[in-house]
């Protein structure tokens, strides 16, 4: 497997653990910092950061399968930028009840569309490669 696509695994492994001590952190050890009228926002952050981590490794692997083209190589940025704008912001507005993060959920939800947008289209427009 090429180095780099690997690393991209090794990212979305570690964002998934991180992930998984995130959720716990917030029904354990989290429950008297996050005020009850945002434990739906950190919910909704960790389950986007899960599934988003899941899609990172998903990605690698699709895209080792292929002929890389531009938009196989932005896919994987744009989740990992969305994953961390979308999911920290909804993190720390959870925490800290700063309005103002709440803002920056849309551009981190934007590039999650444009991640998934282009892991598809780098797919259309590429061609498997050949099995040796």
Known sequence: MNGKLRNW???GALSAAI???L???GSHWLESVIDRDYTDTYSTAVRFHMLHSLGLIIGAVVIERMTLNFFLSASLWLLLFGLAIFCGSLYFLSITKFGILG???PIGGV???LG???LAFGVLRSNAKSAS
Do not use: D, F, K, R
């Open 9 to 11: 695994i090794i990212v």
């Open 19 to 21: 992930s998984v001590v």
């Open 23 to 25: 959720g716990a952190a």
């Open 103 to 105: 803002a920056l959920a």
């Open 111 to 113: 590039s999650l569309i």
């Open 116 to 118: 998934w947008l282009s």
